[in-house]
């Protein structure tokens, strides 16, 4: 009798964990979700066109790569239906090709929507560079967001 007493709360904790909504912030619709693998497309009005690869991770964070700067880190969160807004921070390769200050951060954010079939995102973005007075003033432009899939 001990025993069914004591695993009563128990059982009624674990009902209620998965009844409630999950902490992860990714939007639940089809086709609308920012989680995933993508290959971004970046165009801004001072650099020549670039490709990342960008890892949207469902517990709020990101993860990317950039050719000629190096790793970003960053965060993520859902502004609307299909809207959301990503920042993350780089810190920018000894060796890169655009002479700016090696150990200095590139901090970029941007606003994307999401198409009603998930596979593509795009919208504005700022990117500052920290310290300032670099070879590369601070920009902006528009990012494009592709979903890799099996089908590429």
Not at 17 to 40: F, H, I, M, N
Not at 52 to 77: C, E, F, K, M, Y
Not at 96 to 106: H, R, Y
Request: net charge negative; hydrophobic share 45%; glycine share 8%.
């Amino acid at each position: 009798m001990f025993r069914r007493i004591v695993s009563l709360p128990v059982m009624l904790v674990f009902i209620f964990a998965l009844a409630s909504p999950q902490a992860a912030v990714a939007d639940r619709s089809p086709g609308k979700k920012l989680v995933g693998t993508w290959e971004v497309t970046i165009l801004s009005d001072v650099l020549p066109p670039a490709l990342d690869t960008t890892v949207v991770h469902q517990d709020g964070t990101v993860s990317n790569w950039d050719p000629a700067l190096g790793a970003g880190n960053g965060i993520w969160r859902r502004l609307g239906d299909s809207r959301y807004e990503v920042k993350f921070k780089t810190v920018v390769l000894f060796n890169n090709v655009f002479g700016l200050f090696p150990g200095s951060t590139l901090i970029v954010t941007a606003m994307v929507e999401v198409d009603d079939k998930g596979n593509f995102a795009s919208g504005p973005f700022t990117a500052d560079l920290e310290p300032e007075g670099q070879a590369i003033p601070d920009f902006s432009g528009i990012v494009n967001f592709s979903r890799m899939t099996f089908d590429d």
